[in-house]
């Protein structure tokens, strides 16, 4: 409980554990915040890790290989008899990156969670993987640009710098909205018919 705690405050907190871990690591700080950002992107279990703060290279590498861990292993976990993992569903992930999968993936890197598993399940759809490569650079270029002015042209502002946290929950918050109206788009189709 008090590892999840600690966890939890580090990510509310981070713009104040950044300059600790750069005090304490030096030029090894990079590779704590590689770390970081690989996982978050990379690692389908580790989508909670503050990669919004961090940045671009560990992030487009994180995806590179989280596609790849969807292309080689996602199939096989629909061969089995799982309730969650359906063939259909699969069937459903090829259809949608057929039709939207350089969109999606751009726009993934923007929605929490979301960009955790968009990669991962483009492996599985067997999006080609040039297209994948391509959209995920523009999608990395975008991200790491707009929070990196975000926070150039906001940081200082007082009530942003002292209340850094509450502007998390906000991010978060309006990073979800694009979600939740196709989640409403979709069930309004789905009750038309």
């Known amino acids: 409980m008090q590892l999840f705690q600690s966890l939890i405050n580090f990510i509310l907190h981070i713009d104040k554990y950044l300059l600790q871990i750069v005090n304490q690591y030096g030029m090894a700080s990079y590779a704590i915040l590689f770390a970081i950002i690989f996982m978050e992107t990379g690692l389908v279990v580790t989508p909670f890790l503050p990669g919004d703060s961090l940045l671009f290279v560990a992030a487009f590498l ?3 290989v989280n596609y790849w ?87 200082n502002l007082p009530i942003i710098r002292d209340n850094f946290h509450y502007s998390v929950f906000a991010i978060v918050g309006l990073s979800l909205v694009p979600m939740i109206v196709e989640v409403i788009k979709s069930r309004q189709e789905s009750n038309q018919k």
Do not use: C
């Open 69 to 155: 861990i969807g292309r080689f292993i996602g199939p096989k976990a629909f061969n089995s008899q799982s309730k969650f993992l359906k063939k259909e569903y699969l069937e459903k992930a090829q259809a949608f990156y057929e039709k939207h999968g350089g969109k999606a993936i751009v726009l993934a890197r923007f929605v929490p969670i979301v960009r955790t598993f968009a990669p991962f399940v483009a492996g599985i759809g067997k999006m080609h993987y040039t297209t994948f490569l391509s959209y995920n650079l523009i999608g990395g270029i975008a991200w790491v640009l707009s929070f990196t002015l975000m926070g150039f042209f906001f940081g």
């Open 62 to 64: 994180g995806d590179t």
